[in-house]
């Protein structure tokens, strides 16, 4: 056969629907190792509670977020906004050193759809061949069966997810509220779980690969983060081009490179794609290719690692030698910004307070000479404990007086309540006197929020 010309490709037209060969192989078991344990660690993550909070929870509905069992509020958003700057550099950092691993390793997608539900499709109709045939063939009641049969257990998997999903969102004991109340006390929570059931059974069942390949923006991204020195699965063409089938006398190929063009690598490929064809946006480094490469070259006495984790520097040049500024430039921005959120996080006050004047109110003067204003509060206990407080006036000629007089903030409570600042008329001297009124609690401040006391105007 002659030798195939190697012409590396961004990406190439794939053919659906992907019938992708059961992969075998040593990465394979690491995945399974990493991939599972990660599984475990996902489903029992809701279930653990730190100081009386869930591990994680993103309640959008109740404008609650938990992380390692902080609670974090709307008050802190920008706390939130700078997690989400960090996470963002460490993604473009890793991403830049070790390419697209985190989708074929740690993406929840793949983990579901390659360790889960491609395992129940093997299980059902088979590998590959027995897929096409099945699905090209007529609808035998053998077929029929099949199919019910593993879309019904789809079906239950993807119901599973749901309420694992939603556990993250509303919470598990509030999920756990949904399930064992009767119906009709949580319409709405049963309508989400069938929503997000059927969702997740369509991406499954249907979508597949292609939440990887066209929906997933970070796939795209790899045009711009990548650089010649990133690691990616990639084929050696210096080694295995040009390519050609072994000759059955010898055992050898003669003029030729080790690559025996036996397309095992393609037909082992969750997104249908051919790794010979260079860098692709399709490829998730699942290293399903490099396992099955690997098993042919020693079938033929060939080293392995004619597909590896490779830079193109590393192939082209056939050098390990780094000089990636931008991995430097990334790490010092990427620690800067981790130091600054620290702080943040350590300096995060115990109480959220706003403080407003009351609407449509101004001063008063009271019978005994002395000026008063009107201000409604809103406190926060983010302390994750009941919280006793006072409140003082930094000021010590303007006292405080409680309209709904309150000393304790319930756990995670918000409560609203109104209260007098008053002075007497010779203390202040402008119209507008800058006051800072101090959260109190067992006798250290919590929390110091700004405000403005108005008076008559003065002589």
Not at 180 to 187: A, E, M, R, W, Y
Request: with cysteine; proline share 4%.
């Amino acid at each position: 056969m002659a030798a195939t010309e190697y012409k590396p490709t961004i990406s190439a037209k794939i053919p659906r629907p992907i019938y992708a060969k059961k992969p075998h192989g040593q990465l394979l078991k690491y995945r399974h190792w990493f991939g599972y344990s990660l599984l475990a660690i996902f489903i029992a993550m809701p279930f653990i509670k730190v100081n009386g909070e869930q591990f994680l929870l993103f309640d959008i509905i109740d404008r609650k977020f938990v992380v390692f069992g902080t609670v974090f509020w709307p008050q802190d958003l920008h706390i939130f906004v700078f997690g989400m700057l960090v996470f963002m550099v460490f993604i473009v950092l890793f991403t830049v050193i070790y390419g697209r691993i985190w989708c074929g390793w740690a993406c929840p997608q793949t983990i579901f759809m390659e360790l889960i539900f491609r395992k129940v499709e093997y299980w059902i109709e088979g590998d590959a061949n027995q897929q096409r045939k099945l699905n090209n063939g007529p609808n035998t009641s053998d077929k029929i069966a099949k199919k019910t049969l593993k879309h019904i257990i789809f079906l239950a998997i993807s119901f599973l997810i749901s309420n694992l999903f939603l556990s993250y969102v509303i919470g598990v004991d509030h999920l756990y509220q949904i399930i064992t109340d009767p119906i009709t006390q949580h319409l709405g929570g049963l309508a989400s779980i069938i929503i997000f059931t059927l969702m997740f059974y369509g991406v499954f069942a249907y979508v597949r690969e292609i939440v990887c390949t066209t929906i997933c923006p970070y796939g795209r991204l790899q045009g711009v983060l990548l650089d010649d020195q990133s690691l990616v699965v990639a084929y050696n063409y210096q080694r295995g081009e040009p390519r050609g089938h072994i000759k059955k006398k010898d055992n050898q190929h003669s003029e030729s490179g080790d690559c025996v063009d036996c397309n095992l690598c393609v037909q082992v490929c969750p997104t249908g794609i051919d790794i010979r064809d260079g860098l692709q946006l399709e490829c998730v480094n699942c290293t399903a290719c490099i396992d099955a490469c690997d098993d042919v070259m020693e079938k033929i006495n060939k080293p392995p690692r004619l597909i590896g984790f490779y830079s193109s520097k590393q192939i082209e040049e056939n050098t390990n030698e780094k000089n990636n500024s931008r991995i430097i430039a990334y790490s010092i921005v990427l620690a800067l910004l981790l130091v600054v959120f620290g702080w943040l996080i350590f300096s995060r006050t115990t109480v959220g307070g706003t403080l407003l004047r009351a609407k449509g109110t101004s001063y008063q003067i009271n019978t005994d000479g002395t000026v008063s204003n009107l201000y409604n509060l809103e406190l926060i206990n983010k302390s994750g404990n009941e919280l006793p407080f006072k409140l003082e006036s930094m000021d010590k000629n303007f006292t405080i007086k409680l309209v709904n007089s309150r000393d304790v903030l319930a756990k995670d409570e918000t409560a609203q309540f109104s209260f007098f600042l008053i002075s007497e008329s010779k203390n202040i001297h402008d119209y507008k006197t800058d006051i800072k009124i101090d959260v109190v609690s067992e006798g250290k401040t919590v929390e110091t929020l700004k405000t403005t006391f108005i008076s008559p105007p003065t002589d």
